[in-house]
């Protein structure tokens, strides 16, 4: 594998994004219903030469593994998710088979874990670092499957394992994802912080995954300043990446700048994530009539969602409940089902906006603890905790 499908795999994997996404439903004949990319691009293209190829020659594993990476880095820099439908086809000889070859299956533990099929992941992940214990791309893979589960020691180990097969900037970035969970969040930031400054030569999508995070940390400590200037340096890099617009409109919504989150995800609401955030945004702009055309959108895409069973999209629907629906006691359950699932900063805090919407301590107990036994670091959720124990 290349430097660039590597480090695309690595981001892939830490941004946790969906397989497939629920369908675009146009609410008049006006509507665009697809941007296509350019036939003209160069990158289009050789999809187009790969594609042609493997469908000719479909049992090609060198091939097959080709196409399919060519199609998750074009999934992150088109933010298209069907590319991850695409990828997941041209492996399809290979699928479902139990133990299939060591490159099949790292991109299909990378697959799986981005819908949420975290112990099938994890299966294909402890077979590949078993048979192959310096795969830095697996270790990592795990790794992040772990934090999000919040399984923070055998997190820990996997990042340990990055150390002296890969650069100190992915070992040390992963170590840091796991420290602004448990309260080790200044320090971590800082030893990070260092590390992007050291390594220069950092490729340019790597350095997008690592101040995307410095980005949160310093917006979870309160930092606004250094937090904004972080996210704008990653856009600055790649202004495309879905992650990254959505954790940056996340941090514009907290700070009220609301027409600065419409112009950041209006060309990319195909992306339901994205969507939500364009009508929160409208929501505090006060724009009703675009506000109901994005509602009946969203009610749409999470109704075809709940009908294929697709659980992927549960922190978005019970945020979109909670705060466009107004019903807190649809969001709570949604939540929970949610929190049962994985961990991250923002499953916390939408469950605790949640009971506290609802009135209901008793459904919260289980995040309090949590956010207790592991020091959670996060102004945010320091907020809801004190308003749910009756503090100011």
Known sequence: MSKQFAFAAFLFAFCAQPLLAAPYIPTKGSDVIERLPRRSDPAQQELQRLRAQL???????????????????????ETDPRYFGYAQAALAPWWALPAPPLEVRLLRATLLQSTHHFPEAMRDLDAIVKADPNNPQAWLTRATVQTV?????AA????????GITTQLVSNTCIASIGAMTGRSKPSEALLELTLRRETDADPELQVWVLTLLGEMAERRGDAAAADTRYKRALALNPRDSYLVGAYADFLLDQKRAPEVIALVKDQTRIDGLLLRYALALQQTGDTAKLRSADAE????????MQRGDTVHQREQARYELHVRGDSKSALVLAQKNWAVQKESADIRVLLEAAAKAKDKAAAAPVLEWVARYAVEDVAVQRLVRQLQGGA
């Open 55 to 77: 469908a000719a020659n479909p049992n090609d594993l060198a091939l097959a593994t080709s196409v399919a990476r060519h199609h998750i880095q074009t999934a992150r820099s």
């Open 149 to 153: 589960r919040g399984d923070y020691d």
């Open 156 to 163: 820990t180990q996997s990042c340990a394992r990055l150390s």
């Open 298 to 305: 969203l009610k749409a895409r999470f109704g075809a969602a």
